[in-house]
């Protein structure tokens, strides 16, 4: 079972009340993979918290589940299992993209992103996941993991297996996120925005953010958009104060997957 983001951003809706979320009332099996050799594990890695999905505490049906603080160290042992089409293509609970082909998963409690080693106990057959989802929420079972992942273990025919978990890379204390002040049609002025922008900036962060303009083609309208970050999150009120009073008012405040 999965959880839409917006749930984790303090509204609650379970996907297992309504199905017009999905494109499929029912989970089911995606198509073969030919070279599941070819789909490698990720590279674990501190990432940012995601500012989505990581709230101290959530409720589902009827149960209250606490995302840890700290994960360093973290193991776990119980039931895996695997989720498949049904969710693809939508989001998980840190706001990213479901892909039934990517090393991912769901776990109740980790911070996200959380970069774990999967180990079958019944045959010693290990894989490393990335963990970027809220789930299973089904009594005995610790992980739910994407079709490629359920595929490297041999879990994706039996649907279920025993596993241990550990976790290899927590991400870091708090997330990060990128303000845009603004999307402009004349590049000139984007570049004139740009400047300034990095001017304002770098008085709070003392030159450490990235400013860049990022343009998006819709038809024949091109926007440019002009961004700093990553900015720390406990930074963010700083910088939007700052940029305020030198006249940038009409922020939007993005995290990694808007971007």
Known sequence: MKLWPALLAGVLLLHGCTTSRYQHQYDFTPEAIEDIAAIKDPEPVSEPRSSLGNPERY???????????????????????????????????????????????????????????????????SVVVRVNDRGPFHEGRIIDLSYAAAVKLGVHELGTAPVKIEVLKAP??????????????????????????????????????????????????????????????????????????????NTVLLSRHQL
């Open 59 to 125: 409720t589902v049906l009827g149960k209250e589940y606490q995302v840890m603080a700290d994960a360093d160290g973290f193991t776990q042992s119980g039931i895996a299992s695997w989720y498949g089409m049904k969710f693809h293509g939508h989001q998980t609970s840190n706001g990213e993209i479901f892909d039934v082909y990517k090393m991912t998963a769901a776990h109740k409690t980790l911070p996200l992103p959380s970069y774990v080693r999967v180990t079958r106990t019944d045959n010693g057959e």
């Open 172 to 249: 870091l204390s708090q997330a990060v996120r990128w303000v845009q002040a603004g999307a402009l049609s004349n590049p000139d002025a984007a570049e004139k925005l740009s400047k300034k922008l990095k001017e304002v900036s770098d008085t709070v962060s003392n030159g450490e953010w990235d400013v860049g303009i990022f343009p998006k083609t819709s038809g024949e309208l091109t926007l440019h958009r002009v961004r700093v970050g990553p900015v720390p999150e406990n930074k963010v009120p700083d910088l939007l104060t700052a940029l305020e009073a030198n006249g940038i008012s």
